[in-house]
């Protein structure tokens, strides 16, 4: 993951990327070089059991 920007601020990717992992989660983005292939983010986290 690159970090765009000028310093001091922060990507919105690595920003995506640290929430998921505070969370026991984490953000994994896919893609391929070729035009009109996309890329493709997925944001995994746990989410809490169900409350009876």
Do not use: C, K
């Amino acid at each position: 993951m690159q970090e765009g920007g000028r310093e001091g601020q922060r990507s919105g990717l690595r920003n995506i990327a640290e929430r998921a992992e505070r969370l026991g989660g984490a953000l994994v983005i896919t893609g391929s070089p070729e035009e009109g292939s996309g890329t493709r983010l997925e944001w995994r986290v746990p989410l809490p059991a169900p409350s009876r």
